[in-house]
């Protein structure tokens, strides 16, 4: 297995993470289970260029410079750090280059149709408010769980809705309540709207860096296609499901709700990811070797 040897430092912060409450199983057994679960995703990863599926939902075009891990090691590696098994996500995806510090994961909601109607009225200030309340509400169960209270601070990209692909994004900036970190973790999120749910991509990075990784997240979702069917074009009234909810309360509720599901996660994979990427990157290059040669 290719330099799994730089990730020892990274195991190593993990089980520093160990002392909260917030995993059942023992120190020991957690840091082996995250061990296994980075041998699985390195072992299971793809490289690009190549056609991905997500949830039979859509077709991903994954560039040559990105490295692909599975649904189910996604969620077994995110589950063996912040202690949650998250069915939802599709994948995660990884820049082959370790001059890059970033991490998309993908995900597929199956809410229903969401109407777009409240787009054109909706205010990002009260939406901002909204998502301050909601968090607030949520940091009860954080501290049961033994996660870092969040606070948010503000937008990071004012939430914006493209009617003509249906696609919303948005990015709120928080980070741990009290702290005084100038740069911060981002979850750049951007959701691709379809006939039974959303799709979307969430961006982890941090404020130094989030305006540059923009449009890198911008070019990965042009390559986001529904299949035949499942498009939001594809709506039938009357039979097909509606989501309870619509644009605006996905990004101040459902968002409030989940905002700190990633926090923990994201914190290391942001701001830890090159010890994982050099591992990856290994791996994806080992992969593109044996693709030429089979070519």
Not at 61 to 66: G, K, N, S
Not at 175 to 200: C, F, H, P, V
């Amino acid at each position: 297995m290719p330099r799994l040897s730089a990730l020892r430092p990274l195991l190593a912060l993990f089980a520093l993470l160990l002392s909260a409450p917030l995993w059942a199983l023992t120190q020991e057994q957690a840091q082996q289970e995250f061990a296994a679960a980075q041998h699985a995703a390195m072992a299971a990863s793809l490289s690009g260029p190549r056609t991905l599926t997500l949830a039979d939902q859509a077709s991903l075009e994954l560039p040559e410079a990105m490295v692909y891990v599975p649904a189910e090691e996604t969620r077994r590696l995110m589950q063996a750090i912040n202690g949650d098994y998250d069915d939802s996500l599709q994948g995660m995806v990884l820049p082959v280059s370790d001059e890059e510090e970033w991490t998309m994961l993908l995900s597929f909601d199956p809410a229903g149709y969401i109407r777009d109607d409240d787009a054109k009225e909706w205010d990002p200030d009260d939406m901002l408010n909204s998502l301050k309340e909601g968090t607030e509400a949520a940091n009860q169960e954080r501290r049961q769980r033994g996660i870092p209270e969040l606070e948010v601070l503000g937008w990071a990209e004012v939430p914006a809705y493209t009617a003509s692909n249906h696609q919303l994004r948005w990015s709120a900036t928080a980070r741990d309540k009290g702290s005084q970190e100038s740069n911060y973790t981002i979850n750049y999120k951007t959701l691709a709207l379809g006939r039974e749910g959303y799709l979307g991509v969430n961006l982890i990075t941090d404020t130094d860096n989030v305006n540059r990784l923009k449009p890198v997240a911008g070019a990965l979702m042009s390559q986001l296609h529904f299949q035949p069917g499942k498009g939001y074009d594809d709506f039938q009234e009357g039979s097909d499901k509606v989501a309870e909810y619509g644009l605006a309360a996905l990004v101040a509720g459902v968002a409030a709700k989940k905002l700190g599901f990633f926090a923990l996660a994201a914190a290391m994979l942001a701001k830890y990811a090159k010890l994982l990427l050099i591992g990856l990157a290994g791996v994806g290059a080992l992969l593109r070797r044996v693709f030429k040669r089979q070519g």
